[in-house]
């Protein structure tokens, strides 16, 4: 079974700064595509960014991007020029034939 | 529009009573389903998805189950609430196809079991 591992339970990041988040997952699949939401506080849970396995670009969303390392099963998220209202548990995903799994999350605080 | 609709939002149950969750989509049709469990302090857990009328996969079995009986209705009860089952249960909805992994969340339903 796949498995999705989020190494950083919280973390916090000046307003206006640069943080990144880490993500890393376990497949046997060579077509997968990995995600990651944003759960903010008392908020339903929407998607940031998503990014298949086949494509070797980054997907960059605005101010978020990630690091795709498809050898090192690695997926971490960059939020450039961090907002307050960015503040919320992130989620990196992995999805395979209908099949979402989630990480633990990572909460992410801004600071004024 | 697509929307997604869960209740109840909140629920207070004594062990060994049943349980039933109701998640219903509107503006879509043949969508894929989705229930998850968040502990607290922990991730998304999921239960039990289905990509169609009367199919379930089921990833946690135990003394959860799930049900399809529409297109874009999707159950989660219990016939006997453990202690353990106290959660944040959430629905989810996807396309069955394009816009490949984009779930859309419901608003939660939160269960504590006494």
């Known amino acids: 079974a796949q498995t999705v591992t989020q190494s950083q339970p919280e973390m916090s990041v000046q307003e206006a700064e640069t943080v990144t988040l880490s993500c890393t997952y376990d497949?046997?699949?060579?077509?997968?595509?990995l995600f990651w939401y944003k759960q903010p506080p008392s908020r339903q849970m929407i998607l940031v960014i998503r990014q298949e396995a086949y494509k070797q670009q980054n997907a960059t969303e605005n101010r978020f991007s990630v690091n795709f390392q498809k050898a090192a099963k690695s997926f971490s998220l960059k939020i450039s020029d961090s907002q307050l209202g960015d503040t919320a548990m992130y989620f990196c995903?992995?999805?395979?034939?209908?099949?979402?799994?989630f990480g633990a999350g990572t909460r992410l605080t801004v600071k004024p | 529009s697509q929307t997604i609709h869960q209740w109840p939002a909140t629920l207070v149950q004594p062990v060994g009573s049943p349980l039933s969750l109701e998640c219903t989509v509107e503006g879509t049709s043949n969508p894929n389903l989705y229930w998850y469990r968040q502990a607290a302090g922990r991730g998304l857990q999921l239960l039990f998805y289905?990509?169609?009328?009367?199919?379930i996969s089921s990833e946690v079995p135990q003394n959860l189950s799930a049900s399809r009986p529409q297109d874009r209705q999707f159950i989660l009860s219990s016939k006997k609430l453990l202690l353990s089952d106290s959660g944040f249960y959430l629905c989810a909805w996807s396309f069955s196809s394009g816009r490949v992994g984009e779930l859309f969340f419901g608003e939660g339903s939160r269960l504590t079991v006494l």
């Open positions: 995903a992995f999805m395979n034939n209908n099949d979402m799994r």
């Open positions: 497949t046997s699949e060579n077509n997968y595509y």
């Open positions: 289905s990509v169609g009328i009367g199919q």
